[in-house]
Every structure is written in C-alpha cells, then in structure tokens.
C-alpha cells in the first residue's frame, strides 16, 4: 500500500493550496480517509476525514470553512483544498487511510506547506 502526497509548498497568507493523495494497493471504497498535520514542535493533529461507515464528514475547527476534504474513488485519489491559509497552518500535511478515520493504518510520506510572506 502507497500514499503519496503532492501539492505542498509556499505560500502568501490569504492564498489557497489544494493538495493531493494518490492511493496505491487498496480501494478508497472501503477505507476512511483522512488528513492530518504536524507543526513544528507541536503534536500531530487531525484536520479532516471522510468516514467509510457513513460518509460523514469531520473537520476540526480551525478547518472549518477553510479547508475541504475530498475523495475521488474512481481515481483512488484524496484531496485537502486549503483556502484562506494563516501563517499558524505551516505544517507537515499527512493523508491516511483506515477503518477508522481516528487510527489510520497507512500513513503517506508527508508534504510540507509553509505560509509565509
């Protein structure tokens, strides 16, 4: 199993990102998907997921009407669209699969989004 980000990088505050998770060795069909970040020196957080028991859709508050998550399980795969960034969104972005959004069991290798002017 392969989860490969893309579409980190720098970015102005205010500007918009939308990254990409492209899945390997398993069907989004059956698997929650979900977001995570890591800022520098703080804990690894959850920013959004999409659960496979429903279809229902978390975000924590800070991504709440900024950030949307997506699946496009035709193509296998995820996306984080990032709109409205602040310098305090500077993170290592992670995308995961598993049975639970909360305890992922795939991890991708990690894309790195810098909001600075």
């Known amino acids: 199993v392969q989860l490969v980000e893309s579409g980190g990088g720098l970015v102005q505050p205010g500007g918009s990102l939308r990254l990409s998770c492209a899945v390997s060795g398993l069907s989004l069909d059956y698997y929650s998907v979900a977001w995570f970040r890591q800022a520098p020196g703080k804990e690894r957080e959850t920013v959004s997921c999409?659960?496979?028991?429903?279809?229902?859709?978390y975000s924590a508050s800070f991504a709440k009407g900024r950030f949307i998550i997506s699946s496009d399980n035709a193509k296998n795969t995820m996306y984080l669209q990032m709109n409205s960034l602040k310098p305090e969104d500077t993170a290592v972005y992670y995308c995961t699969a598993g049975e639970l959004c909360s305890d992922p069991d795939y991890w991708g290798q990690g894309t790195l989004v810098t909001v600075s002017s």
């Open positions: 999409i659960s496979s028991i429903d279809g229902s859709t």
